[in-house]
């Protein structure tokens, strides 16, 4: 089967994973609504490409936090990687090295961050965090990550219970008995992710504070309000972000969300978006409205699907020339040239 865009992954994946893998990974929240319209948002803004413009040589590399990537895309954090591939997340590692760019580990991770981290040494990595009620088992995943040379602390705020995911609920989604949550082992029932915090509040990012060196991320973010409490309370980034359409159903597109949030912290703190993104063009819209990279999430597990580590790497390999090319015909000879004058709004 000859891939060629991202959708010929996902067909593959949904025609070859388990049901209830294929369901638990493609779930949105209610209706879907807002899982779905994170693609459509994408389609609404239109280019105003420039023409002459000397793009013989191409430069797509960019920086997050000070680290080069070389390209803007980096790999979002999702839970439980062997459903998609039997080595898992230690697969996802080593693409993202051979890629050279960013993934964030989950905190529901199937291999440990020991693993992952020996899996594919030197590769740049994030923590994505959860705030559990036992706060000590969340305070030592985030020492954890400092002391094997993680370089980001993601704290993902939009999750004080779990959406409700109709195919899931259908499906009794449960990991299979020889997979487990490995850097919460018998923490909790990872079927009943209940022990998740409900009462954590912008107080607790001082909290974190405490804890590590490590800059602070906050993932989760569709509003000015809150972007402006994320740099009141001292974090180095945001990620826009609605979890992939899986929490509260009917909120913005995070492409939407995202013009909101760059004028509200107006280059204070560096802002990232994930969910919905299928193309290079789209990564270009993103960049254009101010993201300074993209992050990918089911892309990434159909990616893992296909071929693993190497399915992966062809995921984002075909972003790259893709994101490459859309600069290229839009005008863009480096990624310090896209800005908003590229595109415009579009009723379809």
């Not at 294929?22 to 899982?35: N, S, V």
């Not at 693993?115 to 040494?121: K, L």
């Not at 912290?265 to 409205?289: C, F, N, Q, T």
Request: aromatic share 8%; charged share 25%.
């Amino acid at each position: 089967m000859s891939m060629v865009c991202l959708s010929d992954f996902e067909a593959y994946a949904k025609k070859y994973l388990p049901k209830i893998a294929w369901d638990y990974f493609a779930a949105g929240a209610d209706d879907c609504t807002t899982r779905d319209e994170n693609i459509l948002a994408y389609k609404r803004i239109r280019f105003r490409p420039r023409m002459l413009r000397d793009v013989s040589v191409m430069d797509i590399r960019t920086k997050i936090l000070g680290s080069e990537i070389s390209f803007p895309v980096g790999i979002a954090p999702t839970g439980f990687h062997q459903l998609a591939w039997p080595d898992g997340e230690k697969s996802t590692a080593r693409a993202a090295r051979a890629m050279d760019t960013c993934y964030i580990a989950s905190t529901y991770s199937t291999c440990t961050l020991e693993e992952i981290c020996a899996a594919a040494p030197g590769g740049l990595r994030w923590f994505q965090l959860y705030i559990h009620r036992n706060r000590a088992a969340s305070q030592q995943l985030v020492r954890r990550a400092e002391a094997l040379g993680f370089q980001g602390l993601v704290l993902t705020a939009d999750l004080p219970y779990t959406g409700k995911r109709r195919d899931d609920v259908r499906n009794g989604f449960c990991l299979p008995p020889h997979m487990k949550v490995k850097n919460l082992e018998g923490a909790f029932e990872v079927c009943k992710m209940s022990l998740l915090d409900p009462s954590v509040t912008w107080n607790d990012i001082y909290w974190l504070r405490s804890l590590t060196r490590l800059p602070i991320i906050i993932k989760g973010i569709l509003t000015r309000e809150d972007a402006e409490l994320a740099v009141k309370h001292g974090v180095q980034g945001i990620i826009v972000s609605n979890h992939g359409g899986r929490q509260l159903d009917e909120g913005p597109a995070t492409i939407d969300a995202l013009v909101e949030v760059v004028d509200a912290v107006r280059g204070r703190v560096e802002v990232y978006v994930d969910g919905g993104i299928r193309k290079g063009s789209d990564v270009l819209k993103a960049l254009a409205l101010g993201a300074k990279c993209v992050f990918i999430g089911r892309p990434a597990l159909w990616g893992l699907a296909y071929k693993g580590e190497e399915g992966l790497q062809d995921v984002l390999r075909i972003l790259q020339d893709e994101f490459r090319l859309s600069m290229a015909l839009a005008g863009c000879a480096s990624v310090s040239e896209i800005g908003q004058h590229l595109v415009q709004f579009s009723r379809l």
